[in-house]
């Protein structure tokens, strides 16, 4: 059309044009694909089902020609039928259009469907008590890219879509051992055989969506972010609970975030680290000064205590929690009770935390959470020691990336660091009926004047 002789002018009317029905071509593809998300979930959760059949120990990806085949056959059936036709009867640019939306669709569903399946209505209440025990928290806009170097961007379900309606409900399910009875039931674990599997499966349906040159570039998979996020999404499931542990650490960095919106007490805490000369040998003594504005309702006496607990790598042989004495009838006790936990000489302090819950002591029942805290190690280290007031806030917050990391340790049962670490997480404040009611009352009346 003229070439690099075409007028400045017309160049840019016809680039317009071009950049418009590019628009047009990538909607409309996306559009036409989705036609096809009923059928292709169909097949997933039936490679599902296939995959969950494969036993045994793990074997190179050349030796599973046979397993591939069997787990893919739902799938490619679909798509080559697809492929084949879209091939015959479409102009190659909007078959191109087409194979990517179809890749797209095809590869987050087997994350979402397959590695990462999604939760049942019993599990949505669970997560609720982690993003919100007295309100609904919507989580903000995730970074893809940055994600994608620590975690998929993986969709665990939509953790608004229960209101206040099912308070009761997520009232009674905050202790973990819900979680752990969901993650028995519900919930696919996949072995190191079954992730060489998919992952040769991968290799597979690059080949039909390439066809041979004729459909999409090589250079195109390595560089989609749904295949890199999926890729790790399968990694998870090789990597030791330490180093879950480690992940979660480093990108949980907004955990206190409920208790600056809606504070319910404060513990004084004097932190210290220590390292041997000669051996490496790291220690950190904690010190419970007092606790203050404790908001709490009993119709009992008061028995607030403190408890101490240090998560990280390498401490399955360490003791790891401690406990003040519990102060009747005091909403600002003193308590100046010191602690030593040992962190060995493998890790760095900057993989571990140090978690307070605040309880009510009852001798005939179990003791219920007033509040929790959380004080990072990585804000120690640089000066050595830190005296702080630790704020209190019913729960944790836990983003996406978290909620992915504590499902996969929940599927651990076998792991005593990982249920205890999903638990600790996951417990938040005792909420009777009453306080929840107020809670909701009052945030409605705060949403009305702001």
């Known amino acids: 059309m003229g070439g690099t002789s075409l ?38 959760n039936t490679l599902g089902s296939i995959l ?25 059936e679909l798509l080559e039928d697809k492929l084949q036709q879209y091939a ?27 590695v990462l399946p999604p939760l049942d209505n019993k599990a949505e209440l669970w997560k609720i ?32 879509k229960l209101m206040s309606t099912h308070l009761k409900d997520v009232k009674s399910m905050s202790s973990v051992k819900e979680m752990m009875d969901m993650a028995r039931e519900c919930e696919r674990s996949l072995t190191p055989k079954q992730c060489t599997v998919l992952d040769a499966a991968l290799d597979a349906i690059k080949e039909c969506f390439h066809a041979g040159g004729q459909g999409l570039k090589k250079s195109f998979f390595e560089k989609s972010p749904e295949l890199q996020s999926l890729k790790y999404a399968l990694s998870l499931y090789t990597q030791t609970t330490e180093q879950l542990i480690k992940t979660f650490i480093a990108t949980q960095k907004q955990q206190d975030l409920p208790s600056q919106e809606q504070p319910v007490g404060e513990v004084s ?8 000369p000669g051996t490496g040998e790291q220690k950190v003594t904690v010190k419970i000064l007092a606790a203050n504005d404790l908001r709490w309702q009993t119709a009992s006496v008061f028995k607030p205590f403190v408890e101490v607990h240090l998560v990280g790598p390498h401490l399955a042989d360490k003791k790891r929690k401690m406990a003040t004495k519990s102060k009747a009838g005091n909403w600002a006790p003193k308590f100046n009770e010191t602690f030593h936990f040992f962190l060995g000489n493998e890790g760095e302090p900057e993989h571990y935390e140090l978690m307070f819950q605040v309880k009510d002591y009852c001798f005939a029942r179990e003791d219920r959470i007033v509040g929790v805290g959380v004080l990072q190690l990585a804000n120690v280290v640089e000066q050595g020691s830190c005296a702080c007031w630790v704020q209190l806030g019913r729960r944790f917050h836990i983003d996406e990336t978290g909620l992915i990391l504590l499902r996969i340790l929940s599927q651990r049962q076998t792991d005593e660091i990982a249920r205890e670490f999903v638990r600790l997480k996951s417990e938040c404040r005792f909420e009777t009926e009453s306080t929840l009611a107020a809670s909701v009352s009052s945030q409605q009346i705060t949403s009305r004047l702001t």
């Open 7 to 44: 007028d400045s002018a017309a160049n840019t009317v016809l680039t317009n044009l071009q950049k418009k029905l590019n628009t047009v071509l990538d909607k409309l593809a996306g559009q036409f694909a989705e036609s096809l998300i009923p059928k292709i979930h169909e097949q997933m």
């Open 52 to 76: 969950c059949k494969i036993k045994g120990p793990q074997l190179q990806k050349s030796q599973l020609v046979g397993e591939v085949d069997a787990v893919l056959e739902p799938l490619m």
């Open 88 to 114: 015959s009867e479409c102009e190659k640019t909007v078959l191109k259009y087409l194979l990517k939306e179809l890749w797209k669709i095809t590869i987050t569903s087997m994350e979402k469907i397959v």
């Open 129 to 160: 008590t982690i993003t919100s025990m007295e309100k609904i928290v919507v989580l903000p806009p995730l970074d893809n890219k940055a994600l994608l170097k620590q975690l998929p961007n993986a969709k665990i379900g939509d953790v608004t």
């Open 269 to 276: 805490v004097q932190v210290d680290l220590f390292s041997h």
